[in-house]
């Protein structure tokens, strides 16, 4: 294929204006690209989970900040630091469910309005 390339175009061997691919080599350099990509969304995920995480911690740290009094007073009536130590923990995680959840909503709606956008899109091209 080359050499027919070179000769239409009246090259010398060494000088080619041009590259030829094979399917599979398209293939493959898709799929590297693909992976890449897969990758960097993998990171801003991990990121974002990371983010999210601290997120949490900082409003429970907050929240018993603000609750000290609150504290005190279930200290006062005979509960344990364990006790008071589950009541923050569901707190949190109810808090963290609830936000979860919301993202998700809020994602899903993205990611559905983009498919339908793209897919117009789509057959009006094509």
């Known amino acids: 294929m080359n050499k027919k390339l070179r000769k239409s175009k009246h090259e010398k061997e060494g000088k080619d204006s041009f590259h030829v691919q ?6 493959e350099r ?19 989970l990371f983010v999210g995480g601290i997120r949490i911690i900082n409003t429970v ?6 609750k000290t009094k609150q504290i005190g007073v279930m200290k006062a009536v005979g509960a344990g630091n364990r006790d008071i ?20 909503i809020i994602c899903l709606s993205i990611s559905k309005s983009f498919e339908l956008i793209i897919a117009r899109e789509w057959d009006r091209i094509y």
């Open 22 to 27: 094979t399917f599979e080599q398209i293939l």
């Open 61 to 66: 740290y907050m929240s018993v900040m603000e």
């Open 85 to 104: 130590m589950s009541i923050f923990l569901i707190e949190s995680g109810v808090l963290g469910l609830v936000r979860r959840v919301i993202g998700c």
């Open 30 to 48: 898709a799929n590297t690209i693909l992976d890449i990509v897969k990758w960097v969304i993998v990171a801003i995920a991990a990121i974002s």
